[in-house]
């Protein structure tokens, strides 16, 4: 079997184990925190709004990391990156089980959504290492079932875990199974040499700065932010237009943004943006829709 085809069928079973658990953990985990928000705000005594910041500050690191951390991956090897990623978000489930007070929750939860996006950045390219191109198709399928499944079950795996165990064991059962698979990969995920080029620290400051700030403009809105609403929102919208003229001018860009115009991928991005908002919405919000209701 060609080395670069992807791994014998005894390695690739294994592999493919270590990366169905992280990407599970890692998808689950962002559906669990939303079912438990009333009970953690209420027992470390924040408010509604201080507590969405469990779930908000997670899903904003895994947002503008998400970019860099592919490119990394690129440059220094998917493997590091995925372990790396997994490293973090296994020590950080560690400490938001055991946190006590809600800014350090949320600074794991922060830290733990690095570690998250780590795991998601390079998921499916090691899919293509993993996979033999004969089966890349098969590959690829695999994973959009696993996160497909981890994204329906999130809720239902929290209610199971709080109907028999407190809030911090939301985020401690993930210690195991990120151990599990961590172990796995290492074992079994195959190396590979980065392409060795330069990471572009310039185009991964402006993501950042365009995705948090636009993500900080949304939350000022929601919270009466007063003139900081429209100073990061153009801040953003500046941030993000030099991000794509840099990426134009690029040989090999952070982001090939040629493909938006493409009219069909457009499209596709765009559908499943705002079903994933409005998922999102609406798994944050009802909680405390049938908490008060209730």
């Not at 924040?46 to 951390?69: G, H, K």
């Not at 290492?186 to 080029?197: D, T, V």
Request: aromatic residues 8%.
């Amino acid at each position: 079997m060609d080395a670069n085809d992807g791994l014998p069928p005894r390695e690739r079973r294994w592999a493919v184990l270590s990366l169905a658990i992280a990407i599970s953990l890692v998808v689950v985990d962002m559906g669990m925190a939303n079912v438990a928000l009333p009970t953690i705000g209420r027992e470390l005594g924040a408010s509604p709004s201080a507590s969405i910041w469990i779930v908000n500050a997670y899903q904003v690191a895994v947002t503008v990391s998400l970019l860099p951390l592919a490119a990394l991956g690129d440059i220094v090897g998917y493997r590091r990156i995925y372990i790396g990623g997994l490293v973090l978000f296994t020590a950080c489930a560690v400490v938001s089980a055991t946190a006590e007070s809600m800014p350090v929750l949320i600074a794991a939860r922060l830290a733990q959504g690095f570690g998250a996006a780590g795991v998601m950045s390079v998921n499916t390219a090691l899919v293509r290492y993993v996979y033999p191109r004969a089966k890349l198709g098969q590959g690829v399928g695999i994973n959009s079932l696993v996160v497909a499944t981890g994204s329906a079950a999130g809720p239902t795996v929290a209610a199971a875990v709080l109907s028999v165990a407190n809030w911090p064991w939301l985020f401690a059962i993930a210690v195991p199974f990120g151990l599990v698979a961590l172990v796995f990969a290492i074992w079994f995920l195959p190396h590979m040499a980065g392409s060795g080029h330069r990471f572009d620290v310039p185009s991964a400051v402006l993501s950042v700065a365009t995705l948090g700030l636009l993500l900080a403009s949304v939350d000022g809105i929601a919270h009466d932010g007063g003139l900081l609403v429209p100073l990061s929102l153009s801040v953003a919208i500046v941030a993000g237009w030099l991000f794509v003229r840099r990426q134009r001018r690029l040989p090999v860009p952070m982001l090939p943004v040629e493909l938006f115009w493409r009219p069909t991928f457009s499209l596709s991005v765009a559908t499943a943006i705002a079903a994933y908002m409005a998922q999102s919405l609406a798994i944050v919000s009802l909680p405390f829709f049938f908490i008060a209701v209730a």
